[in-house]
């Protein structure tokens, strides 16, 4: 809550679009490895190795700048919609969602889609670039501001989390997990941890969680000096309101805080392949 709204920029929706059919290009002649953030300037559709120039060749020259990317599959008779999915997916994802949670002013979005054999469904790449240009001002978050997710109060949250790369709990083995709760704080300042846990509302019984913190990080390179999160080992029930709480500081000023939220009541979203808790 209250990090601001963000301007679809058409610029930014060109740089996104660029490089997803850049992505889906290459993910059907096999060349996965060109299927990531990165472009190689001999390959076929390349318009800049990084975010920020593919954003500058079209047009947006930006300050700092971030980029998320979902790859799924929308399976044959399996009703979804792959762009709620794969930002579904993206807030799941802990280093991914901090990168959306920053402030920045506008951001672009787009959906590249193929078919390719035995992939048994329709293959999207979604592409979501963000920034702010140079000389911009970046808009909310406040210095105050502290940044929950799942949000107080919010319902149908996904009861699982199937992973994301780099993979922020390894000691699952690829195995699914719970929805990740993170606690977030503005950019200028450095989160301390002091407990942050999870429990059923209703049995007050506690969820077996992993705790990672700006110290400890099972990819200390992803390691925040702003955020803290925790992943429970195995996926939450359907319909069940579960209550967090953190305790920390954030710079000079102790923090207190506990919020609750409800998971989904139904497994309505069976391209994650998990089974609940």
């Known amino acids: 809550r209250s990090i601001g709204l963000r301007a679809q ?18 993910w059907g002649v096999g060349d996965f490895a060109n299927a990531a953030h990165q472009e190689d300037k001999i390959k076929p559709g390349f318009t800049g190795e990084g975010v920020t120039q593919r954003m500058a060749f079209a047009g947006y020259y930006a300050g700092p700048a971030g980029e998320a990317l979902s790859i799924a599959i929308e399976v044959d008779g399996v009703k ?3 762009g709620v999915f794969a930002i579904d997916g993206l807030l799941a994802a802990p280093y991914h969602r901090f990168g959306l949670l920053d402030s920045t002013r506008d951001v672009g979005l787009a959906d590249a889609s193929g078919r390719f054999p035995g992939e048994g469904g329709v293959n999207h790449m979604f592409v979501v670039n963000y920034g702010t240009r140079d000389g911009v001002p970046a808009p909310l978050p406040a210095a105050n501001w502290f940044g929950m997710w799942p949000v107080p109060d919010a319902v149908e949250v996904n009861f699982a989390f199937s992973g994301e790369t780099p993979d922020p709990i390894p000691v699952n083995k690829g195995a699914c997990a719970g929805y990740p709760v993170s606690f977030q704080v503005h950019t200028s300042l450095a989160l301390t941890v002091s407990a942050f846990t999870l429990v059923e509302s209703l049995s007050g019984a506690p969820i077996s969680v992993q705790l990672s913190t700006p ?6 390179i992803q390691a925040r000096h702003n ?3 925790i992943i429970p080992y195995r996926p939450l029930k359907l319909g069940t309101k ?3 709480r953190f ?6 000023t102790a923090i207190d805080k506990t919020w609750s939220f409800t998971t989904e009541a139904k497994n309505t979203r069976m391209m994650r392949g998990c089974t609940p808790g």
């Open 242 to 244: 579960y209550i967090a």
């Open 227 to 229: 955020t803290a999160y």
């Open 247 to 252: 305790v920390g500081t954030s710079g000079p």
């Open 9 to 26: 920029h058409e610029k930014i929706d060109v740089a996104a679009q660029n490089h997803a059919k850049y992505m889906l290009y290459h």
């Open 80 to 82: 979804s919609d792959p």
């Open 215 to 220: 110290q400890i990080d099972a990819n200390p």
